[in-house]
């Protein structure tokens, strides 16, 4: 397949830069500086006294299914050959910087390219997701694993390269891993699940087992993100543990919480000024947040800022608030499929009560979905925005 | 097939009150009263200072795939047979009872009984759960309901009838039905569902479909609940709000709790002092538990009690325990897969936190699945009765 005929928003860059699909590793690795930035509104969510016009927009799953455009190159290549091709990853991750006026493009990728580097054979099936051919059965499968070998990871780097290039400061660019315990939920079930039977039956049965892969999957995430920051240009990372709320908070304390300490440390000691974002979705109690407070390395936070979903409670916030950590979030993205009135409305229920902070990014509760309508979307970022800077202007004169 | 060959612990019961299928029906409405109750430590959780030696035990989803004697019958019968031969379903309800030496027994049936007979087609299928034919696509569709047949809900009364005669007292008979918004979401996603996006497009789309639908449920479900403890002999009712938590707090209190409240109106109009659970899983806001706390009926509180699961925050018990309602929860199911010693450990736990009240009620956070162990299970009941009994003693000591 001729994929370069798909690649109509990255071209002027390629062009520019005399990127080939030959010279690209040898460019990326030779690159000095890219572009100064212009708009920096998210990274600057993370500084306590940044001022800012209104609040820094973008969305979970912004490419994907629901464009037009990202179907077209999807009706001719499978999910991890987009994945795995720089040059179609950083397309598909450019596609809603031209459709809306966000502030963050956040790479596309899959929070399964690692533990498919490490060893378990994934296909994304279509309507069923992911499908695991060989998942962990006992703990002795774990001998399985195997670090991933670093070049087959070298892909991410380049799409991250070539979509910060191609933004030209425009935005900023964010880069993610799955959390271990959700990776490590996927490894153990095979796919998706609904009851999460099999790896609760490891964690409290073969716990010891769980949190040796958990650890390692944590040594290893923190290096990917390293690496996405260093060598891609990520300037945010974030952190998305999907199932964080299929255990109680005080399971997630004693068992997932440690593996993500060793990846904040990790990561921190390499990338000290990258803000991190925690998305520890469904599980929103205050101990838990608490937990992730403590966290301290060096007398720096080990996580910057917490993407919320649309169930979060007030406590909690409270808590995010008083330790003057980021907050992204939350609108249920099934409000979009809503009527315009009720679109407005909830937007402005969500910016009156998360604006209070300055550390704020307007976000959807979880990711956008296929049948997501592109102009609702649009009214979602464009309203947003506006109402966001009209409480700034409100704040200023009062 | 011979469904009789299954009726081992019913069949004392028919032998002694001569109740045959042709003399059923007959014998239930010329019933005159249940046999004393010796164990009713479940209608006594309800009541403020009924003292109890130790705190009440019984399982969601206890009669079912897990246990063997389940299974010999599924392997001949497909689920709603099960559900609609009331012989059946009043031997597969005791079942569990024999095994354990629980304080409730809950009728075995299903949430999408009632919707089933307002003209939705559904069918269990193996591994999918429930898939219906019709499903509900636009408002117009809303005209296909119809108000059930009630002959066609006798099957459930006769199954409870037969069931409080089995049990002769020895523990408290649980009736129950899906709530509206849950029943309605089965009906719009035309089964499980990841997303909930057909639904919530409903919701936030096509509002005053959804309201009038949901008002529909709550009016056809509280009459067959009056039902179930008039003509059954239920003596405390649970609804079932699965999907509670799919949608954030501050719609559920706008769209879903109205609906709630007319189910909750009328039952309580016709069984003021038959206790009633909500259940609303995974929407565990404080600020939604206090909106059900201020549900009054004539100086009556329209709930009883809530079950929990078990990512409930400290701040809605507190709110729970201070409107002096029941608390029904809230051990994660998963716990029971993992090693003696940590069940026995998160039982502590659970008993420390919750039995600081009277009214409080052991159970799960959500239900029992085909791949626990029955001898895991029995070890949850004892240990919990054990160590729940041990609390109080120490209690009255000190």
Known sequence: MDYQKHLKILKETLEQHKITPENLREKRLSFKEFPKQINNRVVDAFQSFAPFDRAPVWMMRQAGRYLPEYREIKAEMDFFATCQNPFI????TLQPTKQFDIDAAIIFSDILVLPKMMGMEITIEEKKGPVIANPLVTPDDIQRLHPPNPEHLEHVYDALFLTRLALQ?????IGFCGAPWTVFAYMIEGGSSKLFSKVKKWLYLYTEGSLQVLELLAKESAKYLINQVKQGGAQVVQIFDSWAGQIPAQDYIEFIIPSLRILF????KECPDTPLI???????????IV???????NDKPLVDGFQLDSNVSDETLVKIIEANRTIQGNLEPGVLYGTPAIIKKRISQMIEKLQTTRR???NLAHGLTPDH??????LFVQESQRQSKLYKAKEILE
């Open 360 to 362: 704020y990014i307007v």
């Open 278 to 288: 925690m998305f520890p979705k469904d599980q929103n109690d205050k101990k838990v």
């Open 373 to 378: 309508e592109v102009e609702k979307v649009r």
């Open 169 to 173: 400061g425009k935005c900023n660019l």
């Open 89 to 92: 990853a950083a397309e598909i």
């Open 291 to 297: 937990e992730f407070l403590k966290l301290i390395y």
């Open 265 to 268: 440390e990790d990561f921190k």
